[in-house]
């Protein structure tokens, strides 16, 4: 018989990386708050407490506050298989981490954190890169699963936190690429230099690298349909202010401006649309 399996928020990532689960071979006991319009051989189940009574269950909800109000204000934590192994794979703070962490060690559950790289298009193809932090023994466990959704399980360490510490400060570095790629055009548009002409140059000379390829497009066809929102790239700069008590200004920079994109109303929008709004405003375009 399939091992059964647990799953808890099927947003854009959770749907996609649920659906690999079953293609894995596992029998995937998911709850989501709004209606699944397509179960994609899932066993939807009507209470998240459903979704927890296997040996492993992920969690892929939006934030801390989604955590915190379908697993612990509930109860449905507190009524967990014994021994369940939960995976924990939404970017969330370094101080809910440890809460959480320490939460499921008094309960005798085990903590794995996983958040990932990749967008939903990458977690629908099986290829995220799985930013693993926890127990060995409890990672090792679950390695397997964490395999059939990922290309590759990068453990980060033996505390949880580890594994978010790294997330969040890799999400701070995509936005100070898509503003520094916003600010070189600024520089070049200002003396008529096309956008193309500077993107060839410098992705084939000085920046290589699928992140600056990926937003130099976005930003030469000034196309910004999201993959991951505005809204979210915001609360993670807000995730990465919070983790250390360190002047960083760079992300001060990124932060404030990624809060000024969102208020301009591209909340929805990519994350990459906040270099549209740094040309617009410097440029005046559009
Ligand atoms: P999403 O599409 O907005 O999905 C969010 C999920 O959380 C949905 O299942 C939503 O349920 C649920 N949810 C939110 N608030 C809730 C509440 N109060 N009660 C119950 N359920 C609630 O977001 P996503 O893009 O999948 O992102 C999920 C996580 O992955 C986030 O932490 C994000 O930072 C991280 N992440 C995203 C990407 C990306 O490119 N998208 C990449 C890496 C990591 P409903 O369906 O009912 O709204």
Redesign the pocket.
């Known amino acids: 018989m399939a091992m059964q399996v647990g799953f808890v ?6 749907t996609a990386i649920a659906t690999n689960l079953v293609k894995a071979g596992y029998a995937v006991k998911a709850w ?3 209606k699944i319009d397509e179960l994609n051989g899932l066993q939807q189940v009507a209470d998240p407490v459903d979704a927890l009574q296997t040996e492993v269950a992920f969690t ?4 801390d ?2 955590i915190r ?2 697993l612990l204000d509930s109860g449905a934590l507190s009524k967990a298989k014994a021994g369940l192994v939960h995976v924990v ?4 703070s370094i101080a809910f981490v440890h809460e959480l962490a320490h939460m499921h060690k008094q309960a005798g559950l085990g903590y794995v954190a996983a ?6 298009d990458v ?1 629908a193809k099986g290829e995220l890169n799985v930013l693993a932090g926890g127990d060995a023994q409890k990672i090792e466990q679950v390695r397997p699963l964490l395999e059939a959704i990922g290309k590759k399980v990068w453990i980060m360490g033996d505390a949880p936190a580890q594994a978010n510490a790294a ?1 969040i400060a890799a999400n701070m570095m995509i936005t100070m690429v898509i503003e520094s790629l916003a600010e070189a055009v600024v520089i070049t548009e200002s003396h008529h230099l096309e956008r193309a002409k500077f993107f060839d140059l410098i992705l084939n000379t000085l920046f290589s690298g699928r992140t600056y390829d990926s937003y130099s497009d976005h930003i030469r066809t000034d196309q910004y349909d999201p ?3 505005a809204s ?1 790239g915001l ?2 700069l807000g995730l990465a202010a919070l983790a250390t008590p360190k002047e960083l200004p760079m992300l001060n920079a990124v932060h404030s401006r990624m809060q000024e994109t969102v208020d301009a109303g591209l909340g929805g929008r990519d994350w990459s649309a906040m270099a549209s709004f740094t040309i617009r405003q410097a440029l005046g375009e559009g």
Do not use: H
């Not at 892929?60 to 934030?63: Q, Y």
């Not at 794979?89 to 969330?92: A, H, K, R, Y």
């Open positions: 928020g099927l947003g854009a990532m959770g989501n708050r709004s892929m909800l939006s934030d506050a989604a109000e379908v794979m939404s970017t969330i958040p990932v790289l990749g967008r939903p977690a997330k993959g991951f929102k979210l609360k993670d």
